[in-house]
C-alpha cells in the first residue's frame, strides 16, 4: 500500500486552526422558518426590493456565463440521517459523529508500551472485505497525512451511494493498485527496478476484489462514463478524471496547477499506463493502443487547492463528491474554496462517514462503543490535536 509504516501522530507547538464541537452543521444550510404576514405597505416594499434582487441576480448570472458554476458546499444534512440497526433506531448527530470520531482515532497505550494500532476498528462488506485497523483511522487526526486506505474505503462507500452521479455516470477506482504500483515503480519506470517486470494488474491479487469491473468499463446506455481516480506518490494525493469515451484525461492536483517536474511527468505518465491496464483487465477498451499507451497525455486543470502541507487527501476525497468535470472551462475549475476550519472538520465527518456506514460489519460494534463515551471537556477541546487525552477525560458507560 502506498504508506505502510506505521502511524506516528505529528506535534506541532502552534495553535490550532479549528474548533469542532460548538457548531451544528445540520443548521448550516437550514432556511429560515416562514411566517405569514398581513398585507401592508410594508409587504409592498419587500415585494419590491425581492423584484429588484431578482433582476440583479440575472445580470449577474449573465455576466457570469463562462465561469464554472461553484462547488455546492455540504449542508449538514447527514446529521439528522437516521439508520436501524439490530441494537435500535439511532440518529446520526454532530455528537455522535465527534464520539465516533475520537473512539476511532484514540490510540491506548498499555503498561508495556504497547498501543492499540493494529485493532481492527471496520470491515467494509462490498464486493470483498475491507478491513481497516486503528492505525489507518488514526491518520484522520488533525494535520496528519491521511493513509491510503481511508482514500480506498471513500472510494467503495461513494461507488454504493445510491444516487445516478455514482450508479450511472462516474466511478471511484480504489487506489491501492495506483499505490501498490507506484511503490514497485517509484521513478514511473515501465520496467520495475526492484521486480524487473513490467506492471500486470494479476500481480496485485489482494486488491483485484476491490475492482468493480462493471463499472470501470463503459456502458453501452450511459451517454458517459467517467473514473475519478486518486493517486498518491511521495506522500501527496492528486486526483485523475478519466473520460473513457472520449479518452481525455484531466489532473486535479491540490497544491500545483502544472506537473512541478519532469519527474512528475513519467509519473503521470506510467500512473496513465496503469489506468488503462486496469481498464483493459475490466474488458474495456486501453486509453490509447500499441506504444501509445505508455505515453498518454494528461492536462492539469486550475484549481483553488490546499492550503497546508497535510490536506491534499481531503480536498481529493471531497472532490470525488462535488467535482463536475462539464464545467472545467478553458483549463480551469472556479469555485470558493473551503475555509481552512471546514477542511479540519471534514476529518470528522471521514472518520464518522466510514464507521457508521452501512457496508460496516462493524457498524453496530462502532455505535456502541462511541455512544458509550461521556466527555468532561469541551469537544472542541478534546478535538484539538494539541489535547492530550487520558481517562480522566474520557469515560465509559
Request: with cysteine; charged share 25%; proline share 5%.
Amino acid at each position: 500500500m502506498a504508506r505502510t509504516i506505521p502511524y506516528v501522530p505529528k506535534t506541532d507547538p502552534g495553535v490550532p486552526s479549528f474548533s469542532l464541537g460548538l457548531t451544528d452543521s445540520s443548521q448550516e444550510g437550514a432556511s429560515t422558518q416562514e411566517t405569514e404576514r398581513a398585507k401592508s405597505p410594508e409587504s409592498a416594499n419587500l415585494i419590491e426590493e425581492l423584484d429588484n434582487l431578482v433582476q440583479k441576480i440575472a445580470s449577474s448570472a449573465a455576466k457570469g456565463k463562462n465561469k464554472s458554476p461553484q462547488i455546492q458546499r455540504e449542508t449538514g444534512g447527514e446529521s439528522s440521517a437516521k439508520f436501524r440497526t439490530p441494537g435500535g433506531l439511532y440518529q446520526i448527530t454532530d455528537d455522535m459523529k465527534q464520539k465516533c470520531y475520537i473512539w476511532g482515532t484514540r490510540l491506548k497505550e498499555d503498561a508495556d508500551g504497547n498501543t492499540n494500532e493494529y485493532e481492527e476498528m471496520c470491515t467494509l462488506i462490498g464486493q470483498g472485505k475491507y478491513i481497516l485497523m486503528r492505525m489507518r483511522l488514526v491518520s484522520l487526526q488533525a494535520k496528519s497525512d491521511i493513509e491510503s486506505q481511508i482514500v480506498s474505503a471513500i472510494c467503495l462507500i461513494l461507488n454504493q451511494k445510491n444516487e445516478k452521479r455514482f450508479q450511472e455516470q462516474i466511478y471511484c477506482l480504489p487506489s491501492d493498485i495506483v499505490c501498490m504500483a507506484l511503490s514497485d515503480h517509484p521513478k514511473g519506470e515501465f520496467v520495475s527496478p526492484k521486480t524487473e517486470k513490467e506492471f500486470r494488474v494479476e500481480a496485485y491479487p489482494s486488491f483485484i476484489p476491490f475492482i468493480d469491473r462493471k463499472k470501470l468499463t463503459s456502458h453501452p446506455y450511459v451517454s458517459f462514463r467517467l473514473i475519478f481516480a486518486p493517486v498518491c506518490h511521495m506522500g501527496h494525493w492528486w486526483l485523475w478524471l478519466i473520460n473513457t469515451t472520449k479518452q481525455k484525461c484531466h489532473i486535479l492536483d491540490p497544491l500545483h496547477k502544472r506537473a512541478p517536474s519532469d519527474k512528475r511527468k513519467q509519473v503521470n505518465k506510467f500512473t496513465g499506463y496503469v489506468f488503462s491496464r486496469l481498464i483493459t483487465y475490466a474488458g474495456g477498451e486501453p486509453l490509447q493502443k500499441g506504444e501509445n499507451e505508455k505515453k498518454i497525455k494528461s492536462s492539469y486543470v486550475k484549481i483553488s487547492g490546499q492550503k497546508t502541507s497535510y490536506d491534499c487527501a481531503i480536498y481529493v476525497m471531497k472532490w470525488m463528491e462535488l467535482i463536475e468535470p462539464e464545467n472545467i472551462k478553458k483549463g480551469k475549475y472556479e469555485w470558493d474554496n473551503w475555509p481552512q476550519e471546514e477542511v479540519d472538520h471534514y476529518r470528522v465527518e471521514y472518520a464518522s462517514r466510514i464507521l457508521l456506514s452501512e457496508m460496516n460489519k462493524e457498524r453496530d460494534r462502532a455505535i456502541r462503543e462511541s455512544s458509550a463515551i461521556r466527555l468532561s471537556k469541551p469537544s472542541s477541546v478534546l478535538l484539538s490535536p494539541f489535547c492530550q487525552i487520558d481517562s480522566a477525560d474520557i469515560e465509559t458507560a
